[in-house]
Nanobody, 126 residues
């Protein structure tokens, strides 16, 4: 049984930083799709960062230069380092993993992902 467990969310002021973690059990991060999404109230879930099939890090335009996705294969954990946070980054953040490979922009497409964490809340105040 695959489980993804996020941690690291919280409340910060604008300009602050947070580091999210996503520990996987029953699943091994490999070349398959894995990444982070977020969902603000009343909005659709959107891709934030991920790895494509080549292992290249990919980011939504809104977070480029501020967020960094990384992984520790030994710990089977995915990370999202967030700096220079803005109020518009406020959302529930979800990690996601898949049995599919992510070619091109597929890393950003929700239906490519089989497994989702329960989410961790990030709140940024101005």
């Amino acid at each position: 049984q695959v489980q993804l467990v996020e941690s690291g969310g919280g409340s910060v002021q604008a300009g602050g930083s947070l580091r999210l973690s996503c520990a996987a059990s029953g699943y091994t991060y490999s070349r398959n799709c894995r990444g982070w999404f977020r969902q603000a109230p009343g909005q659709e879930r959107e891709a934030v960062a991920g790895f494509d099939v080549l292992g290249t890090t990919r980011y939504a335009e809104s977070v480029k230069g501020r967020f960094t996705i990384s992984e520790d294969n030994a710990k089977n954990t995915l990370y999202l380092q967030m700096i220079s946070l803005k109020p518009e980054d406020t959302a529930m953040y979800y990690c996601a993993a898949s049995t599919n490979l992510c070619y091109g922009d597929n890393w950003s497409r929700r239906y490519f992902y089989n497994y989702w964490g329960q989410g961790t809340q990030v709140t940024v105040s101005s």
